[in-house]
């Protein structure tokens, strides 16, 4: 749409002045809609004040966009691109909305009382990701950490935009210089999202956290996006729209490896005893009976302590290295820039070979820094990717094809292909129809999605059994070589 429509119908919506009333914000409205758009007004200190980031703004509260003249309506109130009932759909229906409140529940209590942390809902510990848990000096006047995850968490503090972005001349480079974030940037998002998702510096669910009870964190941004329940609308042009899933998913992944291995290196500089957080790691490395996986002991070997037997992928008996943001995103690499696909490679198992102590430990900051460098290099390259009918399916196969590697690296990463497979799927489907043997790919899809339902359940010969019935599926669909 555009945004003139949308700030004629505001100014003509006038006559209800609900929102802006509400937060006393009329008088700064009306200087913005008299005046030209001004540069921000400067806040306190040195700082730059347009980081697109608004570092020195304040947060306004959810309460401010949820006027009916805003974004509260119940339903969406045209057919503009944006519908003004952003505010309804997060409050009635979007899980953030309740993020604080989560930290009240029994669950929360036992977490706190095993962490010996008297108030969960009062504690930063907890607060950084369930809340938006700013200092007090950015509090703004209608400000209330119990709306849990609201808008500014995710679009940034609106002290300064509030009153110009309804404006005419409204674009995306005023609303940077006025803290409003790019969330249409797929970088900027997945990186926003993971911050909480997976965590960022200190602030992160730790294995002590999981150990009180936190659940595992899981992200990946397209299926994620696509439970999380939908304010926005997706682009109406189609050649916009296709292939925007996969691009979706295909950049979070460059972005949730670069993240991964930050927080892999400020872990390992910050803290406590001898080991990196066991979040680093496949959690079922660790967490597995002491079984025999061939079936080929008997009782009285058993008896004598052979207690297991199984064909490993890599080095037996070590820790496994949590790669299952590299595990997917290979298989992109390698289509989208093969050349880099082959560094990764080689980066990744000189890095893995120095964690798990088969090269020395000397090179571990020097391999860290170059992953580093190069993911970060491939969420630029990924986002500029143009993706096709052919990539999708390409991946859709490589992935597929894959099995016995995503289990040798671990349940997390099988999860994350059974992920990859969803997102390749319906961006499929929404942008050409149905695959030829549609029902097929759909049911192994299904099953691929119980497989990983529960980490102490994998089944790793049953997963590659069924990512086979996908490989077997796509194989006739035309469009790939
Ligand atoms: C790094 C960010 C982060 C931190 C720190 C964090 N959480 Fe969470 N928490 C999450 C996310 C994200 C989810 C949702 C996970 C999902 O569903 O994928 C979650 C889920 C939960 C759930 C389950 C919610 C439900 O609806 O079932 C509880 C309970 C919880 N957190 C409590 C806590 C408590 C208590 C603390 C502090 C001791 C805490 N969290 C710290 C990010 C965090
Ligand atoms: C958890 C993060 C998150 C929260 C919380 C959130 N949003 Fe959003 N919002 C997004 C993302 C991501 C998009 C962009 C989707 C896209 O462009 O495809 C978006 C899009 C929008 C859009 C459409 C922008 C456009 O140009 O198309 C509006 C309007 C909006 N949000 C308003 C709100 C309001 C109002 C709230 C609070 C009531 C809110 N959002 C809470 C993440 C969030
Ligand atoms: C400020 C921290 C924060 C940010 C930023 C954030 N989330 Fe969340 N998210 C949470 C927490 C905490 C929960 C758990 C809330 C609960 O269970 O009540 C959650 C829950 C969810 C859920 C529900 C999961 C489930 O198991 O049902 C989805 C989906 C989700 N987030 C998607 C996203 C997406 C997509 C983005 C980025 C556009 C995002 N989140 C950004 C903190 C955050
Ligand atoms: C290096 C080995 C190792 C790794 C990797 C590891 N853990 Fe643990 N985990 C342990 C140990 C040791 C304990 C403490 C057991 C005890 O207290 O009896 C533990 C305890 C736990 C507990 C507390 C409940 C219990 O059974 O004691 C949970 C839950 C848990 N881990 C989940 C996870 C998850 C999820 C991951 C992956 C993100 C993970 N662990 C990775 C070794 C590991």
């Given at each position: 749409?555009?945004?003139?429509?949308?700030?004629?119908?505001?100014?003509?919506?006038?006559?209800?002045?609900?929102?802006?009333?509400?937060?006393?914000?009329?008088?700064?409205?009306?200087?913005?809609?008299?005046?030209?758009?001004?540069?921000?007004?400067?806040?306190?200190?040195?700082?730059?004040?347009?980081?697109?980031?608004?570092?020195?703004?304040?947060?306004?509260?959810?309460?401010?966009?949820?006027?009916?003249?805003?974004?509260?309506?119940?339903?969406?109130?045209?057919?503009?691109?944006?519908?003004?009932?952003?505010?309804?759909?997060?409050?009635?229906?979007?899980?953030?909305?309740?993020?604080?409140?989560?930290?009240?529940?029994?669950?929360?209590?036992?977490?706190?009382?095993?962490?010996?942390?008297?108030?969960?809902?009062?504690?930063?510990?907890?607060?950084?990701?369930?809340?938006?848990?700013?200092?007090?000096?950015?509090?703004?006047?209608?400000?209330?950490?119990?709306?849990?995850?609201?808008?500014?968490?995710?679009?940034?503090?609106?002290?300064?935009?509030?009153?110009?972005?309804?404006?005419?001349?409204?674009?995306?480079?005023?609303?940077?210089?006025?803290?409003?974030?790019?969330?249409?940037?797929?970088?900027?998002?997945?990186?926003?999202?993971?911050?909480?998702?997976?965590?960022?510096?200190?602030?992160?669910?730790?294995?002590?956290?999981?150990?009180?009870?936190?659940?595992?964190?899981?992200?990946?941004?397209?299926?994620?996006?696509?439970?999380?329940?939908?304010?926005?609308?997706?682009?109406?042009?189609?050649?916009?729209?296709?292939?925007?899933?996969?691009?979706?998913?295909?950049?979070?992944?460059?972005?949730?490896?670069?993240?991964?291995?930050?927080?892999?290196?400020?872990?390992?500089?910050?803290?406590?005893?001898?080991?990196?957080?066991?979040?680093?790691?496949?959690?079922?490395?660790?967490?597995?009976?002491?079984?025999?996986?061939?079936?080929?002991?008997?009782?009285?070997?058993?008896?004598?302590?052979?207690?297991?037997?199984?064909?490993?992928?890599?080095?037996?008996?070590?820790?496994?290295?949590?790669?299952?943001?590299?595990?997917?995103?290979?298989?992109?690499?390698?289509?989208?820039?093969?050349?880099?696909?082959?560094?990764?490679?080689?980066?990744?198992?000189?890095?893995?070979?120095?964690?798990?102590?088969?090269?020395?430990?000397?090179?571990?900051?020097?391999?860290?820094?170059?992953?580093?460098?190069?993911?970060?290099?491939?969420?630029v390259k990924v986002g500029q990717h143009a993706f096709t009918q052919q990539n999708a399916l390409a991946l859709m196969r490589a992935i597929a094809a894959d099995g016995r590697t995503f289990s040798h690296l671990g349940f997390q990463s099988a999860e994350q292909a059974v992920l990859a497979l969803a997102s390749l799927y319906d961006a499929y489907t929404d942008a050409v129809g149905a695959l030829p043997e549609d029902k097929a790919v759909k049911q192994?899809?299904?099953?691929?999605?119980?497989?990983?339902?529960?980490?102490?359940?994998?089944?790793?010969?049953?997963?590659?059994?069924?990512?086979?019935?996908?490989?077997?599926?796509?194989?006739?669909?035309?469009?790939?070589?």
């Amino acid at each position: 749409m555009s945004v003139l429509q949308r700030s004629s119908r505001l100014i003509w919506l006038l006559g209800g002045v609900v929102c802006l009333v509400l937060t006393g914000l009329l008088s700064l409205w009306l200087s913005w809609t008299s005046s030209s758009l001004a540069q921000p007004q400067e806040k306190g200190g040195a700082g730059d004040k347009t980081s697109p980031s608004g570092d020195l703004y304040s947060f306004v509260g959810a309460e401010s966009c949820g006027g009916s003249a805003c974004h509260g309506n119940s339903a969406p109130r045209t057919k503009l691109r944006i519908g003004q009932n952003e505010f309804y759909i997060w409050s009635q229906k979007d899980r953030h909305a309740k993020a604080y409140e989560v930290l009240t529940n029994a669950d929360s209590k036992r977490i706190a009382q095993n962490l010996r942390i008297d108030k969960p809902e009062a504690a930063h510990r907890c607060l950084v990701c369930h809340a938006l848990d700013v200092e007090e000096g950015r509090q703004g006047k209608n400000f209330d950490i119990t709306e849990g995850v609201s808008c500014e968490a995710c679009h940034g503090p609106a002290e300064q935009w509030l009153g110009p972005h309804i404006r005419k001349d409204w674009d995306a480079k005023r609303a940077a210089t006025y803290g409003m974030s790019n969330t249409k940037d797929l970088g900027f998002r997945a990186d926003k999202c993971l911050g909480c998702h997976l965590g960022v510096g200190q602030d992160v669910v730790d294995h002590e956290l999981i150990g009180a009870g936190h659940p595992r964190l899981k992200f990946e941004l397209d299926n994620y996006s696509h439970v999380m329940p939908a304010h926005w609308q997706p682009p109406k042009d189609k050649p916009a729209r296709d292939w925007l899933g996969v691009k979706t998913w295909a950049v979070s992944q460059a972005v949730a490896l670069r993240n991964q291995l930050q927080l892999f290196g400020a872990n390992r500089k910050s803290k406590m005893g001898l080991f990196p957080d066991f979040i680093h790691f496949d959690c079922f490395a660790c967490h597995h009976d002491v079984v025999d996986r061939l079936g080929t002991l008997t009782d009285e070997e058993k008896k004598l302590q052979r207690w297991r037997s199984k064909e490993y992928g890599g080095k037996p008996g070590r820790l496994v290295w949590n790669a299952s943001s590299y595990a997917v995103l290979r298989h992109i690499v390698q289509q989208v820039s093969p050349e880099q696909g082959k560094t990764l490679d080689q980066q990744v198992r000189a890095f893995h070979e120095i964690v798990t102590g088969k090269r020395s430990s000397d090179g571990f900051e020097g391999a860290l820094k170059g992953l580093i460098e190069l993911s970060d290099q491939l969420v630029v390259k990924v986002g500029q990717h143009a993706f096709t009918q052919q990539n999708a399916l390409a991946l859709m196969r490589a992935i597929a094809a894959d099995g016995r590697t995503f289990s040798h690296l671990g349940f997390q990463s099988a999860e994350q292909a059974v992920l990859a497979l969803a997102s390749l799927y319906d961006a499929y489907t929404d942008a050409v129809g149905a695959l030829p043997e549609d029902k097929a790919v759909k049911q192994a899809i299904d099953a691929l999605y119980k497989d990983v339902k529960d980490g102490r359940q994998f089944n790793p010969a049953q997963f590659e059994a069924d990512l086979a019935k996908v490989r077997n599926a796509v194989a006739g669909a035309a469009g790939a070589s």
